[in-house]
């Protein structure tokens, strides 16, 4: 597991430790600080605890000791979450880890560490199920500013032209090769498996891999029939939800969506369970897997 993977997984338990025990307190994120800066003369300010139940920034050993304090936190429990604290601390860089887990490669990073994957796609195949082929047609649509994957230009793995991309994304796809590989349910509209390629090879190829991972056991794939009409969730072409082991300190749901306006993580409860809600809706309009996989192989006859 890559450091920042690490580190990002001892942050999220840290912070949803933290956002949980405030909450039982029935304390506000304002109401912390302000104690935080009464008992402690500190400068804690909200963005500051806000960024620290979210994962979003590292956490100083000394500021869980202070908060356990003001949550009167039992002596155990505080003791395991400064060591928490000092371990995700410990794990990099605070600097360079604060900027790798930014932007797209922050995305990256929390689909390592997620136990699966569920994903709408309206546009272009999932990148976990991409063909080279295909990834490099995708690539080479447009050019993809390295801000888009960081805002910080100096970080040295940063994918700064097509062909990084492509290696990027055929990278994040050993996710569902691995003994233990999480499980991925997708939901693809067909129009992304009519949509023509410059080369009628390239698309010959990503229908003939989507049949076979659509075999695989820790897969789920259903199509989106044009017969369905108009289906809520299309508004953005594409979005995911990503679950992680359920525990008191770990998020359980994640949602990630792109837009023309940039990559967005959603962990509001009431927005994460609106979307799942949706993606349930559409398991119900779209074909069973079984009835997926015979009109993958219909298309692909097409083409010949």
């Given amino acids: 597991m890559p450091e920042s993977t690490g580190a990002l997984r001892l942050r999220r338990e840290l912070g949803h430790a933290l956002r949980r025990i405030r909450e039982e307190r029935g304390m506000t994120i304002a109401e912390v600080t302000t104690a935080m800066k009464g008992r402690y003369g500190s400068s804690f300010s909200i963005t500051k605890l806000s960024r620290m ?12 000791h202070d908060l356990c304090m ?19 601390h410990d794990s990099g860089s605070p600097v360079t880890l604060d900027k790798q887990l930014s932007g797209y490669l922050l995305y990256v ?7 699966g994957i569920r994903e709408f796609a309206s546009s272009f195949v999932p990148g976990l199920l991409q063909t080279p082929g295909y990834a490099r047609v995708v690539e080479s649509l447009q050019f993809i500013a390295p801000e888009y994957y960081s805002p910080y230009s100096e ?18 796809q050993e996710l569902l090769e691995q003994e233990d590989a999480m499980s991925f349910h997708v939901l693809i509209d ?32 259903q199509v989106i029939p044009f017969a369905a009409g108009l289906y809520p969730g299309s508004e953005t072409s594409q979005w995911l939800i990503l679950d992680y082991t359920d525990s008191t300190d770990q998020a359980s749901t994640t949602v990630y969506m792109e ?11 009431a927005d994460v ?12 309009l779209a074909l069973d897997p079984h009835a997926t996989r015979t009109l993958l192989e219909s298309i692909l006859a097409g083409l010949d």
């Fill in 109 to 115: 990073a929390l689909e390592e560490i997620a136990t």
């Fill in 53 to 64: 139940e979210t994962a979003r920034r590292s956490v100083i050993p000394r500021d869980v």
């Fill in 190 to 221: 067909e129009s992304v498996l009519r949509r023509r390629l410059p080369d009628q090879e390239t698309m010959r190829d990503q229908l003939q891999h989507l049949i076979t991972m659509s075999q695989k056991p820790h897969v789920t794939m």
């Fill in 155 to 172: 970080i040295e793995d940063l994918p700064r032209n097509a062909d990084d991309r492509v290696k990027l994304r055929l990278k994040r």
């Fill in 259 to 269: 837009t023309a306006n940039g990559a967005q993580i959603i962990e509001r409860e």
């Fill in 273 to 284: 369970s609106r979307m799942a809600g949706t993606f349930d809706a559409l398991t119900h």
């Fill in 70 to 88: 003001i949550y009167e936190v039992p002596d155990d429990e505080r003791e395991r979450l400064v060591e928490l604290a000092k371990l995700a």
